[in-house]
């Protein structure tokens, strides 16, 4: 299995995994890009995942149907480019010989799912589109802090191994307001140093890892002392509660 990421627009990935003969795509934005790439590789497309129902992961989705006749699958309750097989917590979905699991994960849309698998070539992998981004974490439009920091511990207790595939180049910049709240982070200093010198050679810093996640990205790490103290003092956190640390780091990340 090969997983490559296609950069469209000014910063989204769409996710490709294939076997040299079949390919899965996740949240294509576009058509042009994936078409490009089948034809000069001569593999076919199986199968569509869709993470939630914003254009930029979904608008290519009925020209990818139409020129291929790929399933594709997506949210329970999203407004979808039709027709799909919705999918909720619990459901699994076979593709190309692998079993994602289906993680509910709502906070930036209402209904957004994320796609698990445990074992591809030994790997752990996940597809959680804008839920969990390297350093960062989504923005709210049709969620609460505490849905959204329900879904990012969901994606926290997954194994450490696991490759987190986001959908959006924001790493960076993440990492930039990462720093600004902690400081004297040795691993968000080291790793910040890695992302500039990949994307100073125009690589993409994705995918990530949870084990990763858990050391650098302040979204995860709202239970941590470091972190609760930045949101207190320049963020305006009433408490330490978890759920009030991580609305006033999101607060203060939009603003940043
Ligand atoms: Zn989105
Ligand atoms: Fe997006």
Same mark, same amino acid.
């Given at each position: 299995m090969e997983l490559i990421p296609l950069p469209?627009?000014?910063?989204?990935?769409?996710?490709?995994?294939?076997?040299?003969?079949?390919?899965?795509?996740?949240?294509?934005?576009?058509?042009?890009?994936?078409?490009?790439?089948?034809?000069?590789?001569?593999?076919?497309?199986?199968?569509?995942?869709? #993470?939630?129902?914003?254009?930029? &992961?979904?608008?290519?989705?009925?020209? !990818? *149907?139409? @020129?291929?006749?790929?399933?594709?699958?997506?949210?329970?309750?999203?407004?979808?480019?039709?027709?799909?097989?919705?999918l909720g917590a619990g459901h699994t979905v076979e593709v190309l010989g692998l079993t994602f699991h289906v993680l509910e994960v709502p906070g930036h849309t209402a209904g957004h799912i994320a796609y698990y698998c445990e074992d591809i070539d030994g790997e752990p992998l996940v597809f959680c589109g804008d839920t969990l981004f390297s350093g960062g974490c989504g923005r709210l439009f049709e969620g609460t802090p505490a849905q959204m920091l329900k879904s990012l511990e969901q994606l926290s207790r997954?194994?450490?191994? #696991?490759?987190?595939?986001?959908? &959006?180049?924001?790493?960076?910049?993440? !990492? *930039?307001? @990462?720093?600004?709240?902690?400081?004297?982070?040795?691993?968000l200093t080291q790793h910040t140093a890695h992302c500039k010198?990949?994307?100073?050679?125009?690589?993409?810093?994705?995918?990530?890892?949870?084990?990763?996640?858990?050391?650098?990205?302040?979204?995860?790490?709202?239970?941590?002392?470091?972190?609760?103290?930045a949101a207190r003092a320049h963020a305006g956190a009433a408490s330490n509660d978890p759920v009030a640390v991580f609305a006033a780091l999101?607060?203060?990340?939009n603003r940043f």
């Open positions: 469209v627009f000014s910063d989204n990935y769409i996710w490709l995994l294939h076997n040299h003969e079949r390919a899965l795509v996740v949240d294509p934005g576009e058509p042009t890009a994936v078409l490009a790439w089948l034809e000069e590789h001569g593999v076919v497309l199986d199968t569509i995942l869709i #993470t939630h129902h914003h254009p930029d &992961h979904t608008g290519g989705v009925d020209a !990818l *149907r139409n @020129a291929t006749g790929a399933k594709v699958f997506g949210p329970l309750n999203e407004k979808m480019p039709e027709p799909l097989k919705r997954l194994p450490d191994a #696991t490759r987190v595939c986001c959908t &959006h180049e924001y790493t960076l910049s993440n !990492l *930039r307001f @990462a720093l600004a709240v902690e400081p004297d982070n040795m691993d010198s990949l994307r100073e050679q125009n690589l993409v810093t994705l995918p990530s890892s949870i084990g990763l996640e858990k050391r650098i990205n302040p979204f995860l790490r709202t239970a941590q002392d470091t972190v609760a103290r999101r607060e203060w990340k």
